[in-house]
């Protein structure tokens, strides 16, 4: 079965430590993705990636880490210095780097932050 | 940068009535426009896009969506709502050229039986 995994399902956090959500995906597709998501704040995009080894910044890229060292892998490292990290991630992939495409989506990590 | 209103915040329908899902755009070129739908708790599911072509489109679960250039919409239509399609849906605009995905709010839909 093709489809993109994400784990854990829920994760909790102390105040000052990092943390790494984990996105993998089987489709063979070349971009992908990190979201966070708020009540009534739709999605904001964190981080994206066109090929393995490059990524770019979204909007909202500060106290976020991440790395593709691999084309089916893409982990989120949600940093100390993220100030307000309780909130609900997802990660999706695209079939192309070039030009707007479908993006499908896994069924996201929700962190708390205690 | 492309932007995406979606002015309801949550809406009520009854079961077997009609619906409509508003969702206006702001793109200076033709966009790439999208519907997804997430039950709680839930990833996103695409229910249908539009590209180019006919300006209406049909979409899985009876959905479909018109494009309407001239008032900048996107709205997202189903002549018979079930129980089932009670979740939240969002409305996305993508540049022809690059995945730069712009996404709405949000619409939440309540069904009464």
């Known amino acids: 079965d093709g489809g993109i995994t994400q784990s854990p399902k829920y994760l909790f956090r102390k105040e000052g430590q990092n943390v790494t959500l984990s996105c993998e995906q089987n489709l063979n597709h070349d971009a992908m993705y990190w979201y966070r998501q708020d009540p009534g704040q739709g999605l904001r995009l964190i981080y994206y990636s066109q090929i393995v080894n490059d990524f770019q910044k979204g909007d909202i890229a500060e106290g976020y880490s991440v790395s593709r060292e691999k084309k089916e892998s893409f982990p989120l490292t949600v940093t100390s210095a993220q100030k307000n990290p309780t909130a609900f991630y997802l990660c999706a992939s695209s079939p192309s780097s070039m030009g707007a495409d479908t993006q499908y989506f896994g069924p996201g990590t929700r962190l708390t932050v205690l | 940068a492309q932007s995406v209103t979606q002015p309801d915040i949550h809406i009520t329908v009854s079961e077997g009535a009609s619906l409509e899902l508003r969702c206006n755009y702001s793109y200076g070129a033709t966009p790439y426009l999208f519907w997804y739908v997430q039950s709680p708790g839930q990833g996103l599911q695409l229910l249908l896009k539009?590209?180019?072509?006919?300006?209406l489109v049909q979409g899985i679960k009876g959905f479909e969506a018109e494009f309407k250039r001239s008032q900048s919409s996107f709205n997202l239509r189903k002549p018979s709502v079930h129980w089932s399609d009670a979740a939240e849906y969002f409305c996305a605009v993508a540049k022809y050229n690059n995945n730069d995905m712009r996404f709405g709010a949000g619409t939440r839909l309540t069904v009464k039986p």
């Open positions: 539009y590209f180019s072509g006919d300006t």
